[in-house]
T-cell receptor, first 114, second 115 residues
Framework: GEQVEQLPSILRVQEGSSASINCSYE??????FPWYKQEPGENPKLIIDIRSNMERKQIQELIVLLDKKAKRFSLHITDTQPGDSAMYFC?????????????FGQGTSLSVVP | DTTVKQNPRYKLARVGKPVNLICSQTMNHDTMYWYQKKPNQAPKLLLF???????READTFEKFQSSRPNNSFCSLYIGSAGLEYSAMYLC??????????????FGPGTRLLVL
C-alpha cells in the first residue's frame, strides 16, 4: 500500500526565518496532498492542500510544492512566528467519489524560537 | 460549522473489556473515518464508512468494528481491549465535492488507556 515518508522529524528555526518540510510518496495514483497542523491538545487542522493538477500553491506564508515525477511534495513556511510551533503532518491520498484515503507521514515537530 | 465531536475525550479501560467510542458531525458528510495515533507515529487509518458501507483496513480487520446508525454518528468498537490498543483515536469526516471526496475534518480525539 501507499507509504509516505516525512522529514525531518524535528525542526527548530529562528523566528523570521523559513522552515521546510519534505515528504515523499510511493503510489503514482495519489492525487491529493493535504498538510495538517496539530497543536498540543488540539485536533489536526488542514492548513493547505494541493491536488495533482498543480505544482505550486500559496496561502499567505504557506507554500506547497508538488513534483509528481519525483513523487515528492514539500511545505515551506516563510517568515516563521512562534505561533507556527506545532506538529505538522503531510498526507497523500487517492481521492475518489466515495473516500479520500489519507496516508500520513510520521510528522514534524516544528519549534520557532525567538 | 465544521465541527467533528468525539466522546469521551478520555477513556480508561481494563484489558479484556469492550470499548465503544463515539463520533458525530452535523455537516451532512457522507464519509466518516477512524484513525489510530500512537506517540511518534503517523495517524493510521483503521476503517471508514461511505454512507452505510463499512470499509476496514486489511491489517486491522479483526480488531475493530464500527456502526453508523445515521449520517451524523459513527462508533468505533473494540470487543476485547488489549494493552496495544492504548492510543489516541481520531475521527474525521469528508464530503463529496466535484465528484470526489474533499477535505477531511478531524475531531479532537479520544485518548484511550488500557490497563
Amino acid at each position: 500500500g501507499e507509504q509516505v515518508e516525512q522529514l525531518p522529524s524535528i525542526l527548530r528555526v529562528q523566528e523570521g526565518s523559513s522552515a521546510s518540510i519534505n515528504c515523499s510518496y510511493e503510489d503514482s495514483a495519489s492525487n491529493y496532498f493535504p498538510w495538517y497542523k496539530q497543536e498540543p491538545g488540539e485536533n489536526p487542522k488542514l492548513i493547505i492542500d494541493i491536488r495533482s493538477n498543480m505544482e505550486r500553491k500559496q496561502i499567505q506564508e504557506l507554500i506547497v510544492l508538488l513534483d509528481k515525477k519525483a513523487k515528492r511534495f514539500s511545505l515551506h513556511i516563510t517568515d516563521t512566528q512562534p505561533g507556527d510551533s506545532a506538529m505538522y503532518f503531510c498526507a497523500a491520498s487517492i481521492a475518489s467519489s466515495s473516500f479520500s484515503k489519507l496516508v500520513f507521514g510520521q510528522g514534524t515537530s516544528l519549534s520557532v524560537v525567538p | 460549522d465544521t465541527t467533528v465531536k468525539q466522546n469521551p475525550r478520555y477513556k480508561l479501560a481494563r484489558v479484556g473489556k469492550p470499548v465503544n467510542l463515539i463520533c458525530s458531525q452535523t455537516m451532512n458528510h457522507d464519509t466518516m473515518y477512524w484513525y489510530q495515533k500512537k506517540p511518534n507515529q503517523a495517524p493510521k487509518l483503521l476503517l471508514f464508512y461511505y454512507d452505510k458501507i463499512l470499509n476496514r483496513e486489511a491489517d486491522t480487520f479483526e480488531k475493530f468494528q464500527s456502526s453508523r446508525p445515521n449520517n451524523s454518528f459513527c462508533s468505533l468498537y473494540i470487543g476485547s481491549a488489549g494493552l496495544e490498543y492504548s492510543a489516541m483515536y481520531l475521527c474525521a469526516s469528508s464530503r463529496a465535492l466535484g465528484g470526489r471526496q474533499d477535505t477531511q475534518y478531524f475531531g479532537p480525539g479520544t485518548r484511550l488507556l488500557v490497563l
